[in-house]
């Protein structure tokens, strides 16, 4: 298995371009998460996914969106850079496992700089 | 929002010494995880902890899930310069129900002088 793979690793961007980042695991997880990691706050969730079709917003979800086409792929999207968005970016993904937990297995990262 | 008070932020030391870290909550969680991160890299998850009181070991690594299930602390013996690197912990609640997230610690950063 590859596991949870982000492309790209790296991307600059100017304000006010849209990109997408890439994330694919191919451990069948039901559950993909997308954070952001800046200095001095941890990793926060933007997004989350509980299966195909179905996502829901997390704690700082304003300026990207998602979807969940199939179960392997959860893309991220930024409409419109800002500076803001500067950060190291981590997709998660694990299996949802009832009355049991399951830990999240998380990607590379991508890192975004917004000029 | 929950939120996770970490400590300590930072730890320099030398080759062979102990660490301890910790991460203490306002409110309960079901699960505690502890991740490593190395420069580049993704978080690692080092233990998983899911039953308050666990204590939990993974090589030189123990972990303990508090018995009032509001905090968690991570114990590294005779550290060696490859554990450099930050550990996060995580809570956990609710686990398998739409709207269940991580809650991440602003973690701890190792340094190790060998």
């Known amino acids: 298995n590859a596991g949870v793979t982000q492309t790209p690793k790296f991307q600059v961007l100017k304000t006010g371009q849209s990109m997408t980042l890439q994330c694919a695991q191919d451990m069948n997880h039901e559950y993909m998460s997308w954070y952001r990691q800046d200095p001095g706050m941890g990793l926060r969730l933007i997004h989350y996914?509980?299966?195909?079709?179905?996502?829901d917003q997390g704690e700082v979800p304003n300026g990207y969106n998602v979807s969940r086409s199939t179960t392997e792929d959860f893309p991220l999207r930024l409409l419109s850079a800002a500076p803001s968005q500067t950060s190291v970016y981590f997709c998660?993904?694990?299996?949802?496992?009832?009355?049991?937990?399951?830990?999240?297995?998380f990607g590379p990262g991508t890192r975004l700089t917004v000029l | 929002g929950q939120q996770l008070n970490q400590s300590p932020q930072s730890m320099f030391i030398q080759e062979g010494e102990d660490v301890s870290m910790n991460c203490t909550s306002s409110s309960i969680f079901n699960t505690w995880l502890w991740y490593k991160q190395e420069p580049g890299e993704g978080p690692v998850l080092l233990i998983a902890l899911y039953k308050a009181g666990e204590l939990t070991s993974n090589g030189r690594l123990t972990a303990q899930f508090g018995i009032t299930r509001k905090d968690s602390f991570l114990n590294i013996s005779a550290s060696i310069p490859s554990d450099v690197g930050i550990y996060f912990c995580?809570?956990?609640?609710?686990?398998?129900?739409?709207?269940?997230?991580?809650?991440f610690g602003k973690g701890t950063t190792l340094s190790v002088s060998s």
């Open positions: 995580a809570g956990q609640n609710t686990p398998g129900q739409a709207g269940t997230a991580l809650i």
């Open positions: 998660a993904s694990s299996y949802i496992a009832g009355a049991s937990t399951d830990t999240q297995y």
């Open positions: 996914s509980v299966g195909a079709g179905i996502t």
